[in-house]
């Protein structure tokens, strides 16, 4: 009887020591997460939580807890402001001329390389197109700056040689649009088509030599295989592009701004940043971002829900 | 594949395919090329302008001047700073958030997973962002740049998932011998994980180097402007007096374009050196989040 009772308690013991060794293994895992979690606190949800002053007239003085609210004052004063459809219809269109012109390219892109059957010809394009990626929006503008310049750049040198005069493409409205636009193609384009050579990697080949077999000639193949093989990444793509629709890019735009073509190329971002920041509405700006991440946020789950309808997965 | 004659259409579609992907090459590679043989050229042929191309005789005259400028090279070791310092600190932050997270009995996994995501599709805007920073006195401080965007919620959730392939077979193995959590993290799971860390480090690196806009939110003094926020003063207001006034004292005769081009490449050159290793990861590393966890 004795005997057993000691080997219960020696059992026991073990447990315990064996239950106690795994606390503490997990009370470390609970000591790594701390850094993080203070990051998302301090960085991402006092933020959120600082929304609140959208509804206050803020004053830095007297803090958040202390500023006097106004409710939606500020959104009744962003709705009647001129300016604030003038903002509206830039941004919207900028996002407008990305969508009709920039998301295309990279697709088209990576459907020629698709037909590239020698793969060191392949891997040099990608090489060269993949690494203006990776290239500050600083640098791209500047190199903007030196071919479009009107005082030594390299086009209006060229055009003057020919016997032409000067072009001002960055300081004239009409060209704005067109240069963000064709900017972001030559930043972005070719990065943007590894996410559909990577679907395009997992097509089996045997689908192309029924195809081939049955008598379908390249563009059959294209349209029959390739294209529905990329169809589910092109939706996704589109869905994030919608929830995203207000946000233009602070960097590149501001960059190219300057005074003469601020009416089409002024944005949410760049008027929440030089009235905000510099020119210290906080509580009216807050506002807008407000506004902003709102429609992000319903254009996103409109668009997530539409995919879903027409039988597609969606992103969440 | 399939041995089959060409048609004379699929000859066509080929050389169409192949001569269209050249000429997009080449309208990313020739700004290259024309910025750095502009840098390098002598000034006689940079004054006769056009598409230069090739510089005839070598001028590092413009790479002198900028490298002479105290300012310049202040500003090109503020951003080597923020850049060493400000993936470590990224590295660090994500890894010992995801680790944890990628085991099933930690308590209330779900419940943080679920605020991690929320912040990737709200977030508290511009405004309310800087008055935070500002509020714990990071104003004008390196730390500016590096703590608020410690953590990409997207990489995290990335290299969760990749912890989460790891065999928990090898870490029972290591618990066995002895070691603890921070043991298992340390000495198993991260060289197991040297191609996602090289990815990250790459991309976070690369992110630090170009950053420009947390600059100009957060800092005020120019002494700790990094280099973006410099070349922009240089090339897009362009203010370089200060520059040829120091070529003057160098006695050298040096162009202001020729000085913002050489610039340019300055801020570019770190990039292109690890492109190469970048190259090698990213395709991978771009891929990692597709792998179900």
Redesign the interface.
């Known amino acids: 009887m004795d005997s057993t009772t000691e080997q219960h308690i020696k059992l026991s013991n073990a447990i315990s020591k064996k239950k106690r060794f795994h606390m503490?293994?997990?009370w470390?895992?609970?000591v790594?997460?701390v850094?993080?979690?203070l990051?998302?606190i301090?960085?991402?949800?006092?933020?959120?939580?600082?929304?609140v002053?959208a509804f206050q007239n803020y004053s830095?003085y007297k803090g958040i807890t202390g500023s006097e609210w106004v409710g939606f004052q500020h959104f009744v004063t962003l709705f009647h402001y001129n300016g604030f459809w003038l903002l509206l219809r830039n941004t919207m269109l900028i996002s407008f001329y990305n969508l009709i012109f920039f998301f295309p390219v990279p697709i088209v892109?990576s459907l020629?390389?698709n037909?590239?059957r020698a793969t060191a010809?392949k891997k040099?394009?990608q090489?060269?197109?993949?690494?203006?990626h990776?290239?500050?929006?600083?640098?791209v503008?500047?190199?903007t700056?030196?071919?479009l310049g009107t005082q030594?750049g390299?086009i209006n040198?060229?055009i003057k040689?020919g016997g032409g005069t000067e072009i001002a493409f960055l300081t004239t409205q009409e060209w704005f649009r067109g240069l963000i636009v064709s900017q972001s193609i030559?930043k972005e384009a070719?990065w943007g088509t590894?996410?559909f050579l990577?679907a395009l990697a997992g097509v089996d080949?045997q689908l192309y030599?029924a195809a081939?077999?049955d008598g379908a000639?390249?563009?059959r193949q294209l349209w029959h295989i390739t294209l529905p093989a990329i169809r589910s990444t092109i939706l996704i793509l589109l869905i994030l592009r919608m929830?995203s629709v207000l946000d233009t890019g602070?960097?590149h735009i501001?960059?190219m701004l300057n005074s003469t073509v601020n009416d089409v190329g002024d944005v949410f971002?760049t008027y929440?940043?030089r009235e905000?920041?510099i020119g210290g509405k906080?509580s009216y700006?807050?506002a807008i971002?407000?506004f902003?991440?709102f429609v992000g946020?319903i254009l996103?789950m409109g668009a997530n829900w539409l995919t879903k309808k027409f039988g597609e997965e969606g992103v969440y | 594949?399939?041995h089959?004659k060409p048609?004379i259409?699929?000859r066509a579609?080929?050389i169409g395919?192949?001569c269209?992907?050249?000429l997009?090459?080449l309208?990313?590679?020739i700004?290259?090329l024309?910025?750095t043989a502009t840098s390098l050229a002598p000034m006689k042929q940079v004054l006769q302008?056009?598409?230069i191309l090739w510089p005839e005789t070598i001028d590092w005259g413009a790479y002198h001047t900028i490298f002479s400028n105290t300012h310049f090279v202040n500003s090109l070791w503020v951003s080597i700073f923020i850049t060493v310092t400000g993936t470590f600190v990224n590295l660090?932050?994500?890894t010992?958030?995801a680790?944890?997270?990628s085991?099933k009995?930690?308590k209330g996994r779900g419940v943080?997973l679920f605020?991690?995501v929320v912040?990737m599709?709200?977030?508290?805007?511009?405004?309310?962002?800087?008055?935070?920073v500002k509020n714990?006195h990071l104003l004008n401080t390196v730390w500016s740049v590096i703590?608020?965007g410690?953590?990409s919620a997207f990489n995290?959730i990335i290299m969760r998932n990749f912890f989460m392939s790891i065999p928990e077979e090898l870490e029972d193995a290591a618990?066995i011998d002895g070691c603890?959590?921070?043991g298992v993290?340390f000495r198993i799971v991260l060289p197991l994980s040297m191609p996602a860390l090289a990815t990250f480090t790459l991309f976070y690196a690369?992110g630090h180097?170009?950053?420009?806009?947390s600059a100009v939110?957060y800092i005020n003094k120019s002494d700790l402007w990094p280099i973006?926020?410099l070349?922009?003063q240089m090339?897009?207001e362009g203010s370089v007096e200060q520059f040829q006034n120091a070529a003057l004292e160098a006695s050298a005769q040096v162009l202001p374009?020729s000085i913002?081009?050489a610039a340019?490449i300055v801020?570019?050159v770190p990039?292109l050196i690890i492109?190469p290793f970048?190259?090698k990861h990213?395709?991978k590393g771009?891929?990692l989040g597709?792998v179900k966890g």
């Open positions: 503490i293994n997990d470390e895992l609970y790594m997460l850094p993080g979690i990051f998302f301090i960085f991402k949800y006092i933020p959120m939580w600082g929304i002053i830095p892109l020629l390389l037909e590239i010809f040099f394009i090489t060269v197109i993949y690494l203006p990776f290239l500050s929006w600083v640098v503008v500047g190199i700056y030196m071919l030594g390299l040198e060229l040689a030559w070719g590894i996410i990577a080949p030599e081939i077999v000639g390249r563009w929830g602070f960097e501001y960059l971002e929440v940043y905000g920041l906080f700006t807050t971002g407000l902003k991440s946020l996103i | 594949m399939l089959y048609s259409g699929s579609f080929d395919n192949v269209i992907l050249l997009f090459s309208i990313t590679l700004p290259f024309y910025v302008g056009g598409l660090l932050f994500t010992l958030m680790y944890p997270l085991k009995r930690l943080i605020l991690v912040t599709l709200f977030n508290g805007g511009l405004i309310p962002t800087y008055l935070v714990i703590l608020p410690a953590i995290l618990r603890r959590n921070f993290l690369v180097w170009n950053n420009y806009f939110m973006q926020v070349l922009r090339i897009i374009k913002k081009m340019t801020a570019t990039i492109y970048l190259q990213f395709a771009v891929l597709s």
